[in-house]
């Protein structure tokens, strides 16, 4: 009994060694396919590159989810945050108002910042639930986005300049996923304000009695988000030289269920960097490797939705034995 | 520095000048809306004492713990640490004063690390950074003092209560705390855990460290504390040397009034038997429990907290599963899978949660009552409310168990524990195929006066032939209202006693016997 | 019979509060409706009736997703339901199947759907029904997707069942009186039976409702199959005006749903709120969708006003409540 429980426990512990082990696994088996169909490596640099590529936008806000998942919220408002932010970008460029890459980044950076304020504000003030604020604000920014657009889209020409930071080939992506990824991993794992996260999300209660204000920490969450919901806008904007008032709609669920997966707890508390980062890349590794098994890419949604009640339910059945077998060992 | 001077009542001992005191509350008087919560305490702790605060449930003790912690301010009174007066606007205030309690129920970050747990608001930085491997050090090191046999990196939610207790302890260490107060620590916990936990105390006491404990459990007291103080019904009593005073006038002290007054049982003749479960087991709580219940008796089910009464109750009355066992009601078995069941059998179980479990706080009293019978009085095939004839209903039994309310529309909220319990009472009796009645800590809670009307309810109810199986941590109502006794320790029935040979020590022993039996055995 | 101390306890019915939510709904309603007849000088009831069907649909899922919300859950799958059974049903009519069977799909689609969601959230007890509602939001949608195939959309070959159903009896369109009658059902249930109360129960505190004898689990896997087949309906009056699917189709359904629930007073934590507001505020919305279409003003711009209405409706209890919270600390602290 003992021996089980510890197998178990530590199934359970560590999420992240077995995404690694099923990562690993995936990889090789798809590489084989790959391979020994004659079609080339599956893990060349380009392919990796586009996975990384074609899935920043659901890396960079899953950090984002994380915290605020974390302290067992949850902001459905990002992929409108997104949206109005690339908007205002790229409305921003079509009307030849500012051409500035680094300028227009920091505006739909700080545009962000501020949605995610709002949010976070009438969350944490007026203790209304979550879900509901941010599918107010949801509505909200994306309208935004068409009032801003003037029903017009900014495309190719209009947004060459900027593009060139998000094109295919450029290190621009990569080098804002590896900053976000190093400085949260950073932050989330030995700041005191990373800390304070978590210990609100675990227990608001003890939290706020220990001297956390709690409401601050649920405010810079939310404003986190929403920074990097803005950052994402304005990367979309740049990657897929293109900026349309609907642009990555219904987003959000596939962030959530990227840190699902990753095995962040929508009750709050637990969940870490790096299991978000697999998760992500879990996510990303799949719609690549699926049209290359045989599988068109029209199936992807299905074995997504699969994969995420998969993971729940498995994690749910793990810690019921665990349950029962501590229930077990119980001395009577 | 106070022109006031130290009152000493008739029964304290004085205490004199010279006395080393690290603190020192006098005249406290702390006032809940409509309660004087405390009334006039006065407290001292000598350095390196363990000091025992006793009293009933209600007595004021927690809050008088949350003053002290500065969870509450006090309306009135005085708090000294080391001669200097003190106010503390907040936890945090006493935290860096050097004064750290321990809960009976720790309030914990399930989630996080032991070593997280401990120094959750103080930890160690250096470069802005936590430095995780000198926590975890000192961590071990304070687990190590405390005998631990768990890991700093292990997360807190996969502990036993004893083991977050012990977390708790070390988190109160690592304040550097030199006055630790620890609420109820042994409720619950085994034999074992609680001979390991005196030691822990102890240890802490040679090292310097004044101790404040708080106990239901006698022999707590007398195996640690070298002073109690004690507080009835708000107020303070007295304080005392443990060697000098008797176990009979610490009680006296304590309950202060003839226990006669307490619990008016009426004499009931006793019909047959009305519910019997034999075997009962359910998984990691209870097993091979057997037990009966005659109609028109009072049967009492006593033992510590963790013994798992209210377990396998809960496993009788079908909203947990049982693993074994087989329950009859009037010598008929009966099936139970889910709560309704229970019901339909006749068989009513009050929780021990009336604000969690036994009520909506925010419906009205008479929709509480009208609940579990709503569908047996509904009108037609679509079981419309018959909301006319719900009004009666709730108004008869209400009025029955005499609540303290001007309509049935008055929230759940707004009424005190003791008129909570009396609803719940007239939610159990508007069944009308009620037989069995068990009742989960009946009197938690609840205030003194309306302790004595909830007991003349129960007799009330015996007398009418209902079978009344009554669940209780607190011996004083169990010798005075049953007929019978059954001890439970750890998921077993390790005793049944009549009310004639029934004390309050035979029954402590009988709730720990099975547990020391096993000690012995282990050793 | 009077208890010992002779202390009686008043029946006599309270007189319901003079504002309410839905007394503000009412006026936010007529304001609407003068708004219309302001701005747009085409809007008169006629119009109205003619442009409503397309936004109707909706609403066919507002009523369950009411009893949702009130037992303290949520299901965000329910757009995704929609499409499932918008596209199962075009097949079904692609295949030549009679009407009857194609209702019979489409509902059918639905209700497993609902029972789907229904059985893992009864057995999985301790998950919260918005993770594994996403999940098989996502599945719903992808096997939709799978279906139809690398076109991404499928429509109706024989439209004329669907046609008949988004017609008019009179001015008056089917969808119409059908939302009627099933807005009388729904809120009959809520409002006049015990199940109704049950769902009360569970939402305002499910240990209790256990502890009193309801049948929690039945009650919460019946909502779940009912807002699935609601959603079959609300596919199949899609699918009588836009005569087909896509994989977009139902996107989004969810959130507008459950914001007509919330703008209607029903609250998300349950317990609270009834389908009478979430009917005005639905009517309101689809109201101003056609006012504002009426005007040729950008669907897009609608969903602006739908934010800051849901936001502003959530806002004022909260905010009221703190007030009377610290009026009532205030008149403590004076008592003391």
């Given at each position: 009994m003992e021996e089980k429980t510890s197998v178990w426990k530590r199934l359970r512990s560590s999420r992240e060694v077995s995404l690694v082990l099923i990562l690993v696994i995936m990889l090789i088996a798809v590489e084989c396919i790959q391979y020994f169909g004659g079609n080339g490596h599956f893990l060349s640099p380009t392919n990796i590159g586009q996975i990384f590529r074609n899935n920043a936008l659901t890396m960079l806000m899953a950090l984002g989810m994380l915290c605020v998942l974390l302290t067992a919220g949850i902001d459905i408002s990002i992929a409108s945050t997104l949206g109005f932010c690339g908007m205002v970008v790229g409305m921003l460029q079509k009307n030849h108002i500012c051409q500035n890459t680094l300028l227009l980044f920091l505006l739909a950076a700080v545009i962000g910042l501020g949605c995610g304020l709002l949010n976070g504000l009438i969350i944490a003030k007026c203790h209304i639930a979550p879900i509901i604020v941010s599918m107010g604000f949801m509505y909200i920014w994306r309208g935004l986005a068409y009032v801003v657009s003037g029903n017009q889209w900014a495309s190719g020409a209009d947004v060459a300049h900027f593009a060139e930071f998000g094109k295919d080939g450029s290190a621009g992506p990569y080098i804002v996923l590896i900053v976000a990824y190093v400085a949260f991993f950073i932050i989330m794992k030995w700041t005191r304000f990373g800390r304070r996260i978590y210990a609100v999300g675990s227990n608001s209660e003890a939290a706020s009695v220990s001297g956390i204000n709690v409401d601050r920490v649920l405010i810079s969450v939310y404003m986190i988000m929403g920074f990097l919901a803005g950052l994402s806008g304005a990367l979309s904007v740049s990657i897929y030289a293109s900026a349309q008032p609907n642009m990555q709609y219904g987003k959000e669920m596939d962030v959530i269920a990227a840190c699902v997966i990753g095995g962040v707890s929508m009750n709050g508390g637990r969940g870490s960097v790096v299991g978000t980062f697999l998760g992500a890349l879990f996510y990303a590794v799949l719609a690549k490797a699926l049209p290359l098994v045989g599988l068109d890419s029209i199936w992807q949604n299905l074995i997504k939705g699969v994969v995420v009640l998969a993971v729940v339910l498995l994690n749910t059945l793990t810690q019921r034995a665990m349950d029962r077998s501590n229930l077990e060992r119980r001395e009577m | 520095m106070s022109e006031e001077t130290v009152k000493t009542t008739s029964a304290g001992t004085a205490s004199s000048a010279d006395e080393d005191l690290i603190l020192e509350l006098k005249g406290i008087t702390k006032i809940f809306p409509g309660v004087k919560a405390l009334d006039n305490v006065h407290f001292q702790l000598r350095r390196g004492e363990i000091h025992a605060l006793m009293g009933e449930n209600g007595a004021g003790k927690s809050t008088f713990i949350k003053v002290i912690t500065g969870v509450h301010a006090a309306e009135e009174g005085h708090m000294y640490l080391n001669g200097q007066e003190v106010h503390f606007k907040g936890p945090k205030d006493a935290l860096e004063a050097g004064i750290a309690a321990v809960y009976q129920h720790p309030t914990i970050y399930p989630t996080l690390s032991v070593t997280e747990n401990i120094f959750m608001g103080h930890e160690f930085i250096r470069h802005g950074m936590i430095q995780w491997s000198t926590m975890n050090k000192e961590a071990q090191k304070l687990l190590d003092r405390l005998d631990a046999d768990f890991k700093p990196t292990a997360e807190m939610g996969a502990l036993s209560v004893a083991q977050q207790q012990m977390v708790e302890i070390a988190k109160a260490l690592s304040t550097d705390a030199k006055i630790i107060i620890l609420d109820e620590p042994t409720a619950a916990l085994t034999a074992n855990e609680s001979e390991k936990l005196y030691r822990i105390v102890e240890q802490l006491r040679d090292s310097g460290v004044s101790i404040i404990f708080i106990s239901h459990r006698m022999e707590d007291m007398y195996r640690l504390a070298s002073r109690v103080t004690v507080l009835r019904d708000s107020k303070y009593i007295g304080t005392y040397d443990v060697d000098k005073i008797t176990n009979a006038d610490l009680i006296k002290a304590m309950v202060g009034r003839e226990i006669k007054d307490m619990y008016p049982k009426p004499k009931v003749e006793i019909g047959e038997e009305a519910f019997r479960i034999e075997g009962i087991s359910r998984l990691g709580y209870c097993k091979d429990v057997s037990l009966n219940v005659h109609k028109g008796e009072i049967v009492g089910l006593t033992g510590l907290v963790g013994a798992g009464r209210t377990e396998t109750m809960e496993a009788v009355c079908g909203i947990a599963k049982a693993s074994a066992g087989k329950i009859f009601v009037d010598g008929k078995e009966v099936h139970i899978k889910n709560p309704t069941d229970s019901m339909k059998a006749g068989i009513v179980l009050l929780p021990e949660d009336r604000t969690k479990q036994g009520l909506i706080m925010d419906w009205g009293l008479g929709d509480n009552v009208t609940l579990p019978i709503q569908d047996e009085i509904a009108k037609g095939p679509f079981k419309v409310k018959n909301i006319q004839q719900e009004r009666e209903i709730s108004k008869h039994y209400l009025e029955e168990v005499d609540t303290k309310a001007l309509t049935i529309y008055d929230l759940g909220s707004s009424l005190s524990g003791g008129n909570q319990q009396k609803v719940v009472v007239a939610k159990a009796l508007a069944?009308?195929?009620?037989?069995v009645l068990i009742m989960d800590e009946p009197t938690k809670g609840v205030d003194v006066g309306a302790k004595a009307e909830i007991y003349s309810i129960m007799g009330d109810l015996a007398k009418q032939g209902y079978a009344i199986l009554m669940i209780s941590s607190e011996m004083p109502e169990i010798l005075g209202m049953s007929d019978r006794i059954y001890t439970m320790c750890k998921g077993r029935i390790t005793g049944c006693l009549d009310i004639s040979e029934a004390t309050q020590e035979r029954l402590l022993e009988l709730s720990m016997e099975h547990g020391n039996e096993e000690k012995e055995a282990a050793q | 019979m009077a208890g010992k101390s002779g202390r009686t306890i008043d029946i006599t019915p309270r007189k319901g509060k003079f504002f309410r939510w839905e007394t503000g709904l009412i006026f936010i309603f007529i304001a609407v409706i003068i708004f219309g007849n302001i701005v747009s000088p085409s809007f008169n009831v006629k119009s109205v009736f003619m442009n409503m069907p397309k936004y109707l649909a909706e609403m066919f899922m507002m009523f369950a997703m009411g009893y949702i919300l009130i037992i303290a859950e949520i299901d965000i799958s329910v757009g995704s339901i929609v499409c499932l059974a918008a596209t199962m049903t075009c097949f079904a009519n692609n295949a030549g199947l009679p009407m009857a069977a194609q209702v019979i799909i489409c509902l059918g689609v639905g209700t497993l759907c609902g029972v789907l969601n229904g059985e893992i959230l009864t057995h999985f007890q301790e998950l919260p029904s918005m993770i594994v509602t996403l999940g098989t939001q996502i599945i719903f949608r992808g096997i939709a997707e799978v279906s139809m195939g690398s076109g991404g959309s499928i429509s109706l070959s024989d439209t004329k069942g669907f046609a008949a159903l988004g017609g008019s009896i009179g001015i008056v369109p089917i969808a119409f009186i059908l939302i009627i009658i099933a807005a009388v059902c729904f809120i009959f249930i809520l409002s006049k039976t015990t199940t109704g109360r049950k769902m009360y129960a569970i939402g305002s505190n499910h240990t209790t409702a256990l502890y009193s004898g309801i049948k929690v689990q039945k009650i919460r896997r019946n909502c779940y199959i009912l807002i699935g087949a609601m959603a079959g309906v609300c596919a199949m009056f899609m699918l009588a005006t836009s005569f087909g699917a896509n994989t977009t189709t139902g996107q989004g359904f969810e959130m507008d749903v459950i914001s007509m629930c919330v703008f209607g007073g029903i609250a998300t934590t349950g317990g609270k709120g009834n389908l009478i507001g979430a009917s005005i505020a639905g009517f309101t919305i689809v109201l101003l969708k056609i006012v504002l279409s009426l005007l040729n003003i950008s669907g897009q711009t609608i969903l602006v006003i739908i934010g800051i209405l849901l936001i502003v409706s959530v806002m004022i209890p909260s905010i009221n409540e703190q007030i009377t919270n610290k009026k009532k600390k205030a008149a403590l602290a004076a008592k003391a």
């Open positions: - | 069944q009308k195929n009620m037989k | -």
